[in-house]
């Protein structure tokens, strides 16, 4: 089920509870597959932040007081530890979820409460990717979910990836208010190969952002290679030839789908993307069924909210999910961009629990 603002929260020490039962199990990332990208032994690992209040989307208001909304510019990076030439980046943009501590959704918060940590909820995944040679940017959207909803708020999403993006370049010529602390960096984003993953009403963000449409908004020298939301909001497609769908279609960038057979609509939703895009698409995407998967455990913020429409003995536990879904996002970034042949065959036949469709490009 989709977030929403009315649910109430498990209560923190249920929380707690969950969180050292978690700690007390080692993550084992996946096997190197034959022919799969060179692997490193571990990640270095850089949060950064300019401020609850740094960045502002035009037009994009505050929920409560009808007014531009404030929104952070805070990520986390993982990167290789040492790094020696131009790296893929890969982009991850977390969904709706409460703003602050204490299940408030104003911002900034209030004097007490501590804004929420979603952006670090995959962390499980940013780890493997960078295990194969990726630098992962998870961002921070916790002014965002306090504003608008709907197209708004999905346009003020991509606009917020777009403006780490450039900062990200700025860092990577030894520019810009993150040159320092991103040092390590310099020189060594390949920017020309980026990957987006959103999740939940991210995945709505980061579709809108790679749509044909838009794809001006791009930042200079940026060019999307693989674009993949996971269980995404719907957005109420009726006809796909309709204006509006055009905010959404892509066209022109792989993409795959992904939802869980556990998650409520979320199969309908992923047909929803696959419905905007069917018969007009130009490269193959993707449309895949995770069998036990539900919405909060993609996140390992909200997964003591173990919110599922399917009896126990159907649901995968969280470590199972997640491990799902870096077997699979994994090769799909590794086969669209790095060409690696050996992730083809999970891409496109998926694996025991992951059923995929794909879609064959139109001439």
């Known amino acids: 089920m989709n977030f929403d603002r009315t649910r109430t929260l498990a209560p923190a020490t249920k929380v707690l509870v969950v969180l050292a039962a ?7 990332t ?5 022919g799969s990208a060179s692997r490193t032994d571990s990640a270095a690992r850089i949060e950064y932040t300019l401020g609850d ?3 502002t989307v035009p037009g994009f208001l505050d929920a409560e007081r009808e007014k531009t909304a404030q929104i952070e510019l ?3 990076v993982h990167h290789p530890p040492a790094m020696s030439g131009p790296r893929p980046v890969v982009m991850l943009a977390h969904g709706l979820w409460y703003s602050c501590a204490g299940e ?9 409460s501590q804004p929420t940590r979603s952006y ?11 295990e194969q040679g990726f630098v992962v940017v998870s961002v921070s959207v916790n002014g965002i979910n306090a504003g608008e909803l709907g197209p708004p708020a999905d346009m003020a999403r991509a606009a917020l990836v777009n403006r780490h993006l450039e900062m990200l370049r700025e860092a990577n010529d030894g520019k810009g208010p993150l040159a320092t602390q991103l040092r390590a960096l ?3 984003l390949d920017l020309a190969n980026v990957g987006l993953m959103g999740h939940s009403r991210g995945g709505r963000g980061v579709v809108w952002q790679a749509a044909d449409t838009h794809a001006a908004d791009l930042p200079r020298g940026v060019r999307l290679r693989a674009v993949l939301p996971l269980a995404p909001a719907d957005y109420h497609v009726s006809d796909p030839d309709s204006p509006e769908h055009l905010d959404y279609r892509i066209t022109q960038v792989p993409f795959a789908v992904i939802a869980g057979d556990c998650d409520g609509g979320a199969a309908m939703n992923r047909r929803t993307f696959a419905k905007n895009a069917d018969g007009r698409n130009k490269v193959p995407f993707y449309e895949v069924d995770f069998s036990g998967a539900n919405h909060n455990f993609f996140n390992s913020e909200w ?3 173990n919110d599922t429409s399917c009896e126990p003995e159907n649901s995968w536990s969280e470590l199972e999910q997640q491990s799902a879904t870096t077997r699979y996002i994994g090769s799909f970034f590794r086969y669209h961009m790095l060409g690696d042949a050996s992730a083809e065959d999970v891409v496109v036949n998926g694996f025991p629990g992951a059923r995929v469709t794909r879609h064959q490009p139109v001439s």
């Open 30 to 34: 996946m096997a190197a597959e034959p």
């Open 53 to 55: 209040t740094a960045f």
């Open 186 to 188: 310099r020189g060594n």
């Open 74 to 76: 805070t990520a986390v």
């Open 303 to 305: 997964a003591y909210d």
């Open 104 to 112: 408030t959704m104003g911002w900034p918060c209030p004097a007490g």
């Open 120 to 130: 670090t909820g995959y962390d499980y995944l940013a780890k493997e990717l960078t």
């Open 22 to 28: 978690l700690m007390a199990v080692p993550f084992t």
